[in-house]
């Protein structure tokens, strides 16, 4: 797989809180994202449920930001190389290389366009954009190549 092409994007609902008080930023937290797989641009898009690839990144059609995954691309090790170990608490090694991470993406002019048309519940399409994806990729990490425990938006005063 050598040109541009998008795996199916993933799509997830958020409620925006009902108060209008003021915030200073707004960001998308992906809670435990993997990188295991293949490196990815990963765009965002509010209330536009049929974006994809060729989807232009504008106000308009919906875009609020986009972040990039550098993916380790797969495991080459024999079984179980690319497994997690178990760590103890008291163990102050760096982390797995493989540990997932959490991800803050900033959208707060996005939100602030929705709260200013009354919109509280937001349809967040996420689109996965993979570039040269190098032929010893395995194929089932390119149909799926964003996966992550937990999607929230967190307000700051």
Request: charged share 20%; hydrophobic share 40%.
């Amino acid at each position: 797989m050598n040109a541009t092409t998008s795996p199916s994007a993933i799509r997830l609902h958020l409620k925006l809180p009902a108060t209008q008080r003021p915030f200073r930023r707004a960001d998308l937290v992906f809670l435990g994202l993997e990188h295991a797989g293949p490196s990815v641009e990963v765009r965002i898009f509010f209330n536009a449920p049929e974006a994809d690839a060729s989807t232009p990144a504008t106000a308009s059609a919906g875009f609020a930001g986009f972040f990039s995954i550098f993916g380790h691309g797969g495991c080459f090790g024999d079984e179980g190389h690319c497994d997690m170990p178990e760590r103890r608490p008291a163990d102050h090694r760096p982390p797995y290389a493989l540990t997932p991470f959490n991800k803050h993406v900033t959208v707060t002019e996005a939100v602030r366009r929705l709260i200013a048309d009354g919109v509280q519940d937001v349809e967040v399409t996420i689109v996965p954009v993979l570039h040269d994806v190098p032929a010893y990729v395995p194929e089932d990490l390119l149909a799926q190549p964003v996966v992550f425990q937990r999607l929230s938006i967190v307000f700051y005063d």
